[in-house]
């Protein structure tokens, strides 16, 4: 399968099943255009074609071109499907600990009900509980060395206390089990302060924080209990983090929704700011919502991200770099063949844990009917539910497997599906569509930027990467 399109200007094709991605005049372009929608197209009609657009010499040229990439297996590879075995229950390598199930803001589009998730009791994670999760997992994770695990909320540093001591807890089960922690951290930041900054950056192989963009943006959304705006309690304190990290090693990690459809001046605002690892996601909510995002906003969703990724360009090649979590895309090497086709492997390799010791799949299927696990408390654990979950990869689900995307987006988000369409192997097609869009921009920046490294006069390029 061969996958065409034109992002940001530049004319592009991926061959699926070789991976390769290729920079495209516009004869090439509309030569694979027109073979992909013609495939019994002979030599004499590709070439009556071309040269009614781009004259005979280069219309030959271009087809001779083509047809070498073709019997060289540049183009048209072969889609070979690797066999995954799905009838036993495998390792687990990394955890969500639910610190907090509770929040000290009161985001309206959060998927947790405020940190409660939907369970109308809010608590805190005893650090006996969070021991035993930890234990959980190194038993779980075979000859596995390195575990992560990410502490969640709700606010987790609302738990502030029990984390510092089940991260030491962590540090003695290193020597004695032969195992790496690394341990990360998802928080809003309003609580963050001298003492919780440099225990995280200490400790944590990772910290995200939660900024929407542009004050009026984030204040919108992300208000504290008593209804206030909280970017000014978060802003400045995110950047201390930030800078005594050496902008290394953490997320800044924005949501947008219907009300910022604008939402590239809000990555724009935040690299301004000074941050260069940068994320912004769409929200997933229930479509009744004002702020929802529908299919009919794909159209303006796609102008936005093509006018970020320009952006992105220009910044980069000018000196003021930064990355942009969905435009990164290693081309080269990147992730291995299975974790191409499993994800994030949510309810196989990766749980959430709650404060009461409940195992589910992931943090957002937590409190969702029929879908606990087991517990860290009494050592239990479904494996019949995760060998269901070790099953749902990308080749198993039908919608996936004739998508040029699939090796690119693992088959989407299990929690969206089941969330959307009731079942974990039907993907959620609005978050299709944007995952397409963002792939098209993420490989013509990669195309771009090559070529400029290519034909630049300096020896030097600006961009980090």
């Known amino acids: 399968m061969v996958h065409v399109f034109k992002a940001l200007g530049q004319a592009v094709a991926l061959d699926v099943g070789s991976g390769g991605v290729y920079a495209l005049d516009d004869a090439a372009y509309s030569a694979l255009q027109y073979y992909i929608e013609h495939p019994q197209a002979g030599d004499g009609e590709l070439l009556a074609v071309l040269k009614e657009e781009y004259g005979e010499a280069q219309a030959v040229e271009t087809l001779s071109e083509m047809r070498g990439m073709i019997a060289e297996g540049y183009l048209f590879a072969p889609d070979e499907e690797p066999e995954i075995k799905v009838n036993t229950a495998g390792i687990v390598k990394a955890m969500c600990i639910h610190a907090a199930h509770d929040c000290n803001l009161r985001c309206k589009y959060c998927f947790a009900d405020a940190g409660e998730y939907h369970m109308r009791d809010r608590s805190l994670l005893p650090v006996e509980t969070g021991k035993k999760a930890l234990d959980w997992l190194v038993k779980k994770s075979g000859n596995r060395y390195n575990l992560e695990v990410d502490f969640f909320g709700g606010e987790p540093l609302l738990n502030f206390p029990a984390i510092r001591e089940i991260v030491a807890y962590g540090r003695e089960l290193e020597t004695k089990h032969h195992k790496h922690f690394k341990f990360t951290t998802t928080t809003n930041g309003v609580n963050l302060n001298d003492e919780i900054i440099a225990f995280l950056n200490r400790e944590m192989d990772n910290v995200?924080?939660?900024?929407?963009?542009?004050?009026?943006?984030?204040?919108?959304?992300?208000?504290?209990?008593?209804?206030?705006?909280?970017?000014?309690?978060?802003?400045?304190?995110?950047?201390?983090?930030?800078?005594?990290?050496?902008?290394?090693?953490?997320?800044?990690?924005?949501?947008?929704?219907?009300?910022?459809?604008?939402?590239?001046?809000?990555?724009?605002?935040?690299?301004?700011?000074?941050?260069?690892?940068?994320?912004?996601?769409?929200?997933?909510?229930?479509?009744?919502?004002?702020?929802?995002?529908?299919?009919?906003?794909?159209?303006?969703?796609?102008?936005?991200?093509?006018?970020?990724?320009?952006?992105?360009?220009?910044?980069?090649?000018?000196?003021?770099?930064?990355?942009?979590?969905?435009?990164?895309?290693?081309?080269?090497?990147?992730?291995?063949?299975?974790?191409?086709?499993?994800?994030?492997?949510?309810?196989?390799?990766?749980?959430?844990?709650?404060?009461?010791?409940?195992?589910?799949?992931?943090?957002?299927?937590?409190?969702?009917?029929?879908?606990?696990?087991?517990?860290?408390?009494?050592?239990?654990?479904?494996?019949?539910m995760q060998t269901y979950f070790k099953g749902n990869h990308v080749l198993a689900k039908e919608k996936c497997r004739s998508c040029w995307a699939r090796f690119y987006c693992s088959g989407g988000c299990a929690a969206n599906a089941h969330a959307f369409n009731g079942d974990i192997g039907k993907p959620y097609e609005l978050e299709c569509e944007l995952e397409r869009k963002r792939l098209e921009c993420a490989m013509a920046i990669y195309v771009i930027e090559r070529k400029n490294r290519l034909t630049s006069d300096s020896p030097e390029d600006n961009s980090k990467t």
């Open 208 to 384: 995200v924080i939660s900024i929407d963009g542009r004050p009026g943006v984030h204040d919108r959304m992300r208000p504290t209990a008593n209804g206030k705006g909280s970017y000014d309690l978060i802003i400045g304190h995110a950047k201390k983090l930030v800078m005594e990290r050496k902008q290394q090693q953490y997320y800044i990690r924005g949501t947008y929704t219907r009300y910022n459809l604008d939402f590239a001046a809000d990555v724009l605002h935040l690299a301004d700011e000074g941050f260069e690892q940068l994320s912004i996601e769409p929200v997933v909510t229930d479509a009744a919502k004002d702020y929802a995002l529908r299919l009919t906003d794909m159209p303006r969703i796609g102008k936005e991200y093509e006018r970020l990724g320009n952006e992105y360009i220009r910044r980069r090649r000018d000196g003021r770099w930064f990355s942009f979590f969905h435009f990164m895309l290693d081309l080269t090497g990147g992730p291995c063949l299975q974790k191409r086709l499993t994800g994030c492997g949510a309810g196989n390799e990766y749980v959430a844990v709650t404060p009461d010791g409940d195992i589910y799949p992931c943090h957002q299927f937590v409190g969702r009917e029929n879908m606990r696990m087991g517990s860290v408390l009494d050592d239990t654990f479904d494996e019949t």
